[in-house]
């Protein structure tokens, strides 16, 4: 994300020599036009400045304009707030797998929502984030090491429907997967992180909150997300699906975390936009631009000093 801005933003009335110029270049053509009229020939006055010079008068006109814009940019001082890379971030997305992301609390359902505002998230992360992908339900499996190839990344979510749901949910020993991945070619300066997204209560593998425990140990930061309404939802065989949002939240304090509660597309949304900020090591840098408007600005007005010699020379 970035902002831009200007130290002087008053000098920007600067920008009305465009207008003034424009007026006084339709006043000029007003006296040639006179001047014309003394001509015996005036077709071939006409024709010579038709001619030669109309498509270097568009021309011209252009790089006024950007010239004067460019360089009244430059003396307004702008600069541009961007986020910046701090340590590198390897990250794991968690994706829960199993039967309840059927459920249809969300339209179409759960798991079509999460799988594309997933997509949506994974296109606008930094390239320089490694991020890896791992399925859960009764058990797990790493469907992407982390690395910043996006191309396998997408195509393994995007490929991902309703007959890929299992039955189970064991969280904890996808958590632990995670870890073990991440862990795998970390440096020092590395910082580790897992996104969790999960719509179930752990009922199989590793207790969720040893799995913490673990994740701590190794300094890895545990983000999660819980899917569905509060009410929950029926899926098939008349099960209810339930949230055990009391450990969800319980692992992200562990691991220095947060817990998100997701019950539509727009609140995948509003958590992805914070996960950039929370859970990336970026940090804000102002970049002063009046070097680069001025270098701009210059070169263009070179430019319009010659189209404007070819255009506005005396035509006999």
Known sequence: ????????????????????????????????????????????????????????????????TLAVITGVFAIARPHATIEVMVNPVRLMLVFDTSISMEATDMKPDRLTVARDTAVEFIKKVPNSIKIGLEYFYGSSYVAVSPSEDREKLLSSLSGLDLKDLYPGTAIGSAIDAAVNTLSVGKTENNKLVIILLTDGESNQGILPLDAAKIAKSEDVKIFTIGIGSREGAFVRGGFLAALDEGTLIEIANQTGGKYFRAQSKNDFRKIYKELRSSAFSLEKKEVELTVFFSAVSFALFLMVVHFGIAVFRPVF
Do not use: C
């Open 1 to 64: 994300m970035y902002s831009f801005g200007f130290e002087y933003p008053w000098a920007l009335i600067l920008l009305l020599i465009i207008p003034v110029f424009y007026y006084y270049e339709k006043y000029l053509n007003r006296i040639n036009h006179i001047k014309a009229a003394k001509f015996s020939r005036i077709e071939l006055l006409e024709r010579a400045l038709e001619g030669k010079t109309d498509y270097k008068k568009k021309l011209f006109m252009v790089l006024f």
